[in-house]
């Protein structure tokens, strides 16, 4: 049975060789050691797709009946294997994302890297052609702040990937120190699945950990290259001397503006006029009217209109009042 448990466990126990690779690529994605010349972003896609490769074999080799068998001879929770081969999947769908950011990548560098990648703006020669270079600069801004949130999220992700990975790697110190220590043929054969899926668990949260580091490092190239081309706007309108704010199209608009708005306060405030002096009306004919009522009866139904028309009147005046609800002043 040993000889069977250890023959899996080959198939995911890793050496501390592999494990300090994947360390040195995890810091050379953050800048790594000062003074050391770090892999480039193919060398680590060669290296991130031999991982895929290797994987993907392991999964397709790892039987999970054999290794709930196992499990529940080892006096284990069989669900387990279930979470091992999630983990198996896991890791190659994740070596794989990594390989299609590094590609991304190295597209970006070499097109930020080239000599005609940073854009050349002309300077406006009039205001018509300074007003189209605003709102260029207006949308690249919003890109620019777009881009600055993506860069948040993804570090704040790879924050998260890297505290479970901690996490991860002392449970896996934990587990090969207990199959370590193990003398009994049960306690190794337990120990060892322990270690099995302390191993493989390390490993996803590896590939989550390198993956998360090139793809913030891919949004930062983003934010890098629309930054330059902001820069580039605002130096091309500041060296043509047409980028104040105002220029005399926009001074137009906004007076323009600010008649419109004078013009709709003043028809809010003729209708509000108009109302009220209606209701004023009907309130005087009908005062009118209750002084020559003839009979209670009809001084009856003269009051009930005549309190329907003051209330409304109250309503017109107090909706019309600054800060009120309904008002539109």
Do not use: C, H
């Amino acid at each position: 049975m040993l000889r069977v448990l250890f023959l899996a466990l080959g198939l995911l126990v890793g050496s501390d060789v592999r494990a300090q690779g994947l360390q040195k690529l995890l810091e050379s994605a953050k800048g790594g050691a000062v003074g050391k010349e770090q892999p480039s972003a193919a060398e680590q896609r060669n290296w991130v797709a031999e991982k895929l490769s290797e994987f993907g074999v392991k999964e397709k080799a790892l039987d999970p009946e054999v290794l709930r068998t196992q499990l529940r001879e080892a006096n284990l929770p069989e669900a387990r294997a279930d979470q091992v081969l999630g983990a198996m999947r896991e890791i190659v769908r994740d070596y794989q994302a990594a390989v299609d950011t590094l590609t991304v990548v190295i597209d970006k560098e070499a097109q930020q890297g080239s000599p005609g990648s940073s854009e050349r703006i002309t300077p406006p020669k009039d205001n018509s052609e300074a007003d189209a270079l605003r709102e260029r600069l207006s949308g690249l801004r919003s890109q620019v702040q777009t881009a600055a949130t993506q860069v948040k999220l993804e570090e704040e992700t790879l924050t998260r990937q890297q505290s479970a990975l901690k996490t991860a790697n002392q449970d896996f110190r934990r587990a090969q120190e207990e199959f370590d220590s193990a003398k009994a043929d049960g306690e190794r054969q337990r120990a060892g699945l322990q270690l099995q899926l302390a191993e493989t668990l390390q490993e996803a949260l590896s590939a989550k950990t390198f993956l998360a580091s090139w793809r913030l490092y891919a949004d930062e190239l983003d934010l890098r290259a629309g930054q330059a081309n902001v820069r580039a706007l605002e130096e091309a309108l500041s060296a043509s001397g047409l980028d104040s704010i105002f220029n005399e199209k926009r001074a137009q608009a906004a007076i323009r503006k600010i008649e419109d708005d004078k013009l709709a306060v003043r028809k809010q405030v003729e209708a509000a006029q108009n109302s009220r002096g209606e209701l004023d009306e009907a309130i005087s004919r009908l005062e009118g009217d209750r002084k020559r009522a003839a009979g209670d009866e009809e001084m009856k139904r003269v009051d009930s209109q005549l309190e329907i028309a003051r209330e409304a009147r109250a309503f017109a005046i107090e909706s019309r009042r600054p800060g009120r609800p309904g008002s539109k002043a």
